[in-house]
T-cell receptor
Framework: KQEVTQIPAALSVPEGENLVLNCSFTDSAIYNLQWFRQDPGKGLTSLLLIQSSQREQTSGRLNASLDKSSGRSTLYIAASQPGDSATYLCAVGGSRLTFGEGTQLTVNP | DADVTQTPRNRITKTGKRIMLECSQTKGHDRMYWYRQDPGLGLRLIYYSFDVKDINKGEISDGYSVSRQAQAKFSLSLESAIPNQTALYFC?????????????????FGPGTRLTVL
């Protein structure tokens, strides 16, 4: 059974700092990996999706990497802003996703 | 207008009542999903449907049923609600057809329904 772990569970940083969120998974036979953002009381917003054949994806200040062999992905956020404060979730699989519990990020002004 | 909508957004009900949560999408996607989110347990898949005639159980389907009324509509029912079904419920959609460029199987989520069973 696939298990997804996200470390740290919570992170607080000052505005402007570059940061990395980690995601690990136990079964490397995945089709893709998706990073989401969830604001309190809101739904999930898709940030980036990496297909299993890809190594990374970039969108603005966000960069996600995937290393299938080691079962790891990282989400890099450059020049963090208070508006980046949210819970970040990674999910692996394909049409059926297995989610981690998320990293709660707080960016302080 | 939101691409994936869920009704109701909040619902409080009593043990033993029948509840239906509805999901509609305007993205034209063929695949739809129902998840529940619980603190400390993350999101877990309840049911999924790859098209109107294809419905599959997910990780935690006991106590739930679904109906795919049309490509754009997927509803989740709790036949007899119990307190441990109190959770945040999400509907999601994805497209099985790969675009010429870009990614596919990306899932898009609705805003969620907060269900409380007393």
């Amino acid at each position: 059974k696939q298990e997804v772990t996200q470390i740290p569970a919570a992170l607080s940083v000052p505005e402007g700092e570059n940061l990395v969120l980690n995601c690990s998974f136990t079964d490397s036979a995945i089709y893709n990996l998706q990073w989401f953002r969830q604001d309190p009381g809101k739904g999930l917003t898709s940030l980036l999706l990496i297909q299993s054949s890809q190594r990374e994806q970039t969108s603005g200040r966000l960069n996600a990497s995937l290393d299938k062999s080691s079962g790891r992905s990282t989400l890099y956020i450059a020049a963090s802003q208070p508006g980046d404060s949210a819970t970040y979730l990674c999910a692996v699989g394909g049409s059926r996703l297995t989610f981690g519990e998320g990293t709660q990020l707080t960016v302080n002004p | 207008d939101a691409d994936v909508t869920q009704t109701p957004r909040n619902r409080i009900t009593k043990t033993g009542k029948r509840i239906m949560l509805e999901c509609s999408q305007t993205k034209g996607h063929d695949r739809m999903y129902w998840y529940r989110q619980d603190p400390g347990l993350g999101l877990r898949l309840i049911y999924y449907s790859f098209d109107v005639k294809d419905i599959n159980k997910g990780e935690i389907s006991d106590g739930y049923s679904v109906s795919r009324q049309a490509q754009a509509k997927f509803s989740l029912s709790l036949e007899s609600a119990i307190p441990n079904q109190t959770a945040l419920y999400f509907c999601a959609t994805s497209d099985s057809s790969p675009p010429l460029a870009g990614v596919y199987n990306e899932q898009f989520f609705g805003p969620g329904t907060r269900l409380t069973v007393l």
